[in-house]
């Protein structure tokens, strides 16, 4: 059975330390400050890149989902689950994108579940917002 957005929401969100933001309009959900799972529509240059690849540019809903390092990615695309994929952008970075429509709802909560487990174990990343510097006015040369 398919996933939804906001089943998918809905899953992350009972998952232990989950902390749920909004960065570029899009939802976020985090452990340790490490990201889990995201919402990634494809941009037109992602869809121009697809229109030249052997398969469909996907439909619907996307979801992107860190993995452990990218021999954790490799293993998890070898498996040629449905929905899951990933594209240039994404080259060289420990994340899949899953097409949930056409993915199975067990497959997209193992691999939620696997992302959470890692993120856990990370220590705590310290936000990257650095506090505004107070102004101190400069002595002015004569």
Known sequence: MPMTMRATADFVRKLADVEAVKKWNRDIWCVNGHSVAWERPLSKTDLERLADAAT???KGDVLAVATENLDAKDALLAMELPGFFTIQHFNGYPA???ELRLAQAKHVRAAIAEAHRVAAAK???KSRTRPARARTKSPRKK
Do not use: E, F
């Open 96 to 98: 899949v994108l899953i």
């Open 56 to 58: 469909p540019a996907p």
């Open 123 to 125: 220590p705590v990343r």
